[in-house]
């Protein structure tokens, strides 16, 4: 499996933009890159997935250079209910198994 | 959009009785279906994944095992479990990978 890597925690405060980035250093040809929030006591939701340049949606933008050895996830105005977990789990090579890290806490604060 | 099913939300079952969570899934058909174990401020841990109904992988060796009898429903299993086995227990499906996976609520297991 691809191994990802992130900072553990950040604060930040209510309506700035919050920037996480994810190394893919092992990141395979064929691999996408998803991001994913979890609330406490909650599965992971899934928000956002790129192969290379810019994806954008409803809930936050995701930038790949084109060496995609990393990826950051951008949320816009961020907002108290903002706070949670967010993971850019490593896909192993295009077989659909996704190995997910300790993940980056980002708490929001007022 | 597929749901996916899991319960009881929460459980705590003393060391060297059995186990079985199970996962259900609903809105889709042939998904390929995964049980997670999260400890207490880790990641998660894939445990399980299948492609189909009696199809089961194995990623770490374990006192837990996995069965899928039918193609929208996931058991997780021990015939005697450890107090090591605490943890939060995830399901988690997927019809393909451009639409990522989806989560249930989770079950907390605790051993006494």
């Known amino acids: 499996l691809a191994k990802t890597t992130q900072p553990i925690s950040m604060d930040s405060y209510e309506g700035q933009e919050v920037n996480i980035t994810c190394s893919h250093n092992?990141?395979?040809?064929?691999?996408?890159i998803t991001w994913y929030q979890q609330f406490p006591s909650q599965g992971p939701r899934f928000i956002i997935q790129?192969?290379?340049t810019k994806v954008t949606n409803e809930v936050a933008s995701l930038f790949i250079p084109a060496d995609r050895k990393s990826s950051t996830l951008s949320l816009p105005r961020v907002s108290l209910s903002d706070t949670a977990v967010y993971y850019c789990?490593?896909?192993?090579?295009?077989?659909?198994?996704?190995?997910f890290g300790k993940g980056n806490q980002v708490v929001v604060i007022p | 959009s597929q749901t996916i099913h899991q319960w009881p939300a929460t459980l705590v079952q003393p060391v060297g009785s059995p186990l079985s969570l199970e996962c259900t899934v609903e809105?889709?058909?042939?998904?390929?279906l995964y049980w997670y174990r999260q400890a207490a401020g880790r990641g998660l841990q894939l445990l399980f994944y299948?492609?189909?109904?009696?199809?089961i992988s194995s990623e770490v060796p374990q006192n837990l095992s996995a069965s899928r009898p039918q193609d929208r429903q996931f058991i997780l299993s021990s015939k005697k479990l450890l107090l090591s086995d605490s943890g939060f227990f995830l399901c988690?499906?997927?019809?393909?990978?451009?639409?990522?996976?989806?989560f249930g609520s989770g079950t907390r297991l605790t051993v006494v």
């Open positions: 789990p490593d896909e192993c090579h295009g077989n659909n198994r996704l190995a």
């Open positions: 092992n990141i395979a040809t064929n691999d996408y």
């Open positions: 790129g192969y290379k």
């Open positions: 809105g889709t058909s042939n998904p390929n």
């Open positions: 299948s492609v189909g109904i009696g199809q």
């Open positions: 988690a499906g997927s019809v393909n990978r451009e639409s990522g996976y989806t």
